[in-house]
């Protein structure tokens, strides 16, 4: 770089002091008309410095810009690179940067597991071959639970319908704690968790002797732990049967106690009043059945003929739930005759087809009559 003597002389415009050259006419500045006597001034004759000039191409330039972008961001990297932690492995010791000593971290108390008790195990249930005079009411008495549990067991019906060589299973009792005595208790009170009981619902046609008979208790203890002041039940009822207060029976076994008496069965056909001619050879009896009766039981159906007045009645054991009254019942003379008739249901007490003894099981239907008109044969005495 070369340094150069200003020798040029100038003109400077009196308006706004720039320098011209001197063969200028005109301030390329404001514009002013120079006239010719306008002050020249000449070269101080003093170097001035120039700064140094550098050239380059637009290539090159574009090539400086890529490689200053690319240093810019190295230095960014870099930046955050170190600024970032680096990553403990576990076992090693870093040799650049101190270890910092770790915080000391208290470990909570452990909590001591309650150890759980022991549950009841259900026992499982026992078989029990049904004999010729058992009963679901009395083999529950026997075994100690109750009726329901054992047709839950076994899928019986609602009536617990069984018969003789059934085998069934007999859940056994699951423990129950016993009730706390409250501050009131009475001195029955405290010695009934003692006393095995169940409970029965009454149902209709019920009464508390039949009940009492039935489970072999007495109606005063029955009184007794259901405080009871008189003994009178109604259907639905709740009762509790003390079975610890069982009559002591002979024999090594007690034993079994008859199903609850059946209700009394409803009677269809024929209509109370009805009226049959001679023509009419047999008359059908009709009633609705109470229940699936059990091999040893039957419907004994009885007749009358009040009309007659010599004591003529007719007993029958039938299974069916009709019964034709036998053409050698109907009257023989031509006056209308009436027949009474009547339903209830019968157990048989012993064993074997002939010569069997029946006793009362249930209630009696009502009594309806009828009248039945004879062929009007001769009348033969009735022995």
């Given at each position: 770089m070369s340094q150069e003597k200003n020798t040029q002389n100038t003109k400077i415009c009196p308006v706004c002091g720039t320098r011209l050259s001197e063969t200028a006419s005109r301030c390329l500045v404001c514009g002013t008309q120079l006239s010719a006597t306008a002050s020249v001034k000449k070269g101080s004759g003093i170097p001035s410095r120039k700064l140094p000039e550098v050239r380059l191409t637009l290539p090159v330039a574009i090539a400086l810009g890529f490689?200053?972008?690319a240093l810019a961001g190295l230095l960014v990297f870099f930046i955050?690179?170190?600024?970032?932690?680096a990553?403990?492995?576990?076992?090693q010791i870093s040799e650049a940067t101190p270890t910092l000593t770790p915080t000391q971290t208290i470990t909570p108390t452990q909590t001591l597991t309650p150890t759980p008790l022991p549950t009841w195990t259900p026992l499982p249930p026992m078989e029990y071959t049904v004999r010729n005079t058992d009963y679901c009411s009395?083999?529950?008495a026997v075994f100690g639970v109750?009726?329901?549990s054992i047709i839950r067991q076994n899928n019986l019906d609602a009536n617990c319908t069984i018969k003789?060589?059934?085998v069934l299973l007999i859940p056994q009792p699951t423990l129950t704690p016993s009730p706390q005595p409250t501050a009131t208790s009475s001195g029955v009170e405290v010695t009934e968790s003692d006393c095995q009981t169940i409970t029965i619902k009454v149902e209709s046609g019920w009464t508390l002797s039949s009940i009492a008979l039935n489970y072999n208790v007495t109606m005063a203890s029955i009184r007794e732990y259901n405080r009871m002041t008189n003994d009178i039940v109604y259907e639905g009822l709740n009762l509790i049967i003390p079975l610890c207060e069982r009559k002591p029976t002979a024999g090594p076994t007690p034993t079994p106690t008859p199903a609850p008496p059946y209700p009394a069965p409803n009677l269809l056909l024929p209509s109370s009043g009805a009226a049959f001619s001679a023509q009419q050879d047999a008359i059908t009896l009709q009633w609705a059945a109470v229940a699936d009766l059990r091999e040893n039981e039957?419907?004994?159906?009885?007749?009358?003929?009040?009309?007659a007045g010599n004591g003529r009645i007719l007993v029958?054991?039938?299974?069916?739930?009709r019964f034709i009254l036998p053409t050698s019942f109907r009257p023989l003379d031509t006056t209308p005759h009436i027949i009474q008739w009547s339903v209830a249901v019968a157990r048989q007490i012993n064993s074997g087809a002939t010569n069997p003894i029946y006793e009362e099981a249930g209630f009696l239907s009502e009594k309806r009559v009828f009248s039945w008109i004879g062929t009007g044969a001769a009348v033969t005495p009735n022995p």
């Amino acid at each position: 770089m070369s340094q150069e003597k200003n020798t040029q002389n100038t003109k400077i415009c009196p308006v706004c002091g720039t320098r011209l050259s001197e063969t200028a006419s005109r301030c390329l500045v404001c514009g002013t008309q120079l006239s010719a006597t306008a002050s020249v001034k000449k070269g101080s004759g003093i170097p001035s410095r120039k700064l140094p000039e550098v050239r380059l191409t637009l290539p090159v330039a574009i090539a400086l810009g890529f490689v200053f972008l690319a240093l810019a961001g190295l230095l960014v990297f870099f930046i955050v690179k170190g600024s970032a932690a680096a990553p403990v492995i576990p076992g090693q010791i870093s040799e650049a940067t101190p270890t910092l000593t770790p915080t000391q971290t208290i470990t909570p108390t452990q909590t001591l597991t309650p150890t759980p008790l022991p549950t009841w195990t259900p026992l499982p249930p026992m078989e029990y071959t049904v004999r010729n005079t058992d009963y679901c009411s009395s083999i529950a008495a026997v075994f100690g639970v109750s009726i329901q549990s054992i047709i839950r067991q076994n899928n019986l019906d609602a009536n617990c319908t069984i018969k003789e060589g059934d085998v069934l299973l007999i859940p056994q009792p699951t423990l129950t704690p016993s009730p706390q005595p409250t501050a009131t208790s009475s001195g029955v009170e405290v010695t009934e968790s003692d006393c095995q009981t169940i409970t029965i619902k009454v149902e209709s046609g019920w009464t508390l002797s039949s009940i009492a008979l039935n489970y072999n208790v007495t109606m005063a203890s029955i009184r007794e732990y259901n405080r009871m002041t008189n003994d009178i039940v109604y259907e639905g009822l709740n009762l509790i049967i003390p079975l610890c207060e069982r009559k002591p029976t002979a024999g090594p076994t007690p034993t079994p106690t008859p199903a609850p008496p059946y209700p009394a069965p409803n009677l269809l056909l024929p209509s109370s009043g009805a009226a049959f001619s001679a023509q009419q050879d047999a008359i059908t009896l009709q009633w609705a059945a109470v229940a699936d009766l059990r091999e040893n039981e039957l419907y004994r159906v009885t007749v009358e003929d009040l009309t007659a007045g010599n004591g003529r009645i007719l007993v029958e054991y039938v299974r069916d739930t009709r019964f034709i009254l036998p053409t050698s019942f109907r009257p023989l003379d031509t006056t209308p005759h009436i027949i009474q008739w009547s339903v209830a249901v019968a157990r048989q007490i012993n064993s074997g087809a002939t010569n069997p003894i029946y006793e009362e099981a249930g209630f009696l239907s009502e009594k309806r009559v009828f009248s039945w008109i004879g062929t009007g044969a001769a009348v033969t005495p009735n022995p």
